[in-house]
């Protein structure tokens, strides 16, 4: 005889694994996406964008204290990063990041868009990383002397893509690239 109520919670536990799976899948091929339009718009190769594949080997991360000195992290050990914590810097893992330009591409998908509402609370995220609300993101990200691009998973993908162009496009003009 099945016990209802074991066997949903099982189901509803398996369902909760596969959609994270799922989403995963999903934000990770729109980060490829993202990449894949960056290749098209530098032709000369001016940019190198690493993609953050969420495997937890910390390929974009980077950590930044409130002076905007900052250190590319890729691995860090939970002891490490108390290390880093202690010395004031916090840990950041961008969805796409080119280190020698100091450009960083978040993707916001978790969020209502430009008239909406962004992350308001920061936690440790068991990611093992560092999660802030996206306005401080953004102010480290700042002291760091990063630009920022965020792409708005509500925003029409013509749209998106148009803002990423441009936004490559006045970074290299100011920096004398020529695509």
């Not at 390929?59 to 290390?83: H, M, N």
């Not at 162009?165 to 020529?178: D, I, P, Q, T």
Request: proline letters at 1%; aromatic letters at 12%; one cysteine or more.
């Amino acid at each position: 005889m099945r016990n209802d109520r074991v066997y949903y919670k099982i189901t509803f536990v398996s369902y909760i694994q596969i959609k994270k799976k799922v989403m995963g899948i999903q934000d990770l091929n729109k980060l490829f996406e993202i990449h894949r339009e960056i290749k098209k718009i530098d032709t000369e190769n001016k940019f190198n964008f690493v993609i953050d594949t969420d495997t937890k080997e910390g390929k974009t991360r980077i950590v930044i204290d409130e002076f905007g000195t900052w250190k590319k992290t890729p691995s860090l050990t939970e002891e490490q990063a108390s290390e880093f914590r202690k010395k004031g810097f916090r840990q950041f893992v961008p969805d796409l990041i080119d280190f020698k330009n100091k450009l960083i591409i978040e993707y916001q998908e978790e969020c209502k868009g430009r008239q909406g509402i962004l992350r308001r609370r920061g936690k440790i995220n068991k990611k093992g990383h560092d999660e802030f609300s996206d306005e401080d993101k953004d102010i480290f990200y700042e002291l760091a002397n990063f630009n920022q691009l965020k792409i708005w998973e509500n925003t029409d993908v013509d749209e998106q893509r148009k803002e990423m162009k441009e936004f490559l496009e006045v970074f290299a003009s100011k920096n004398n690239f020529k695509n």
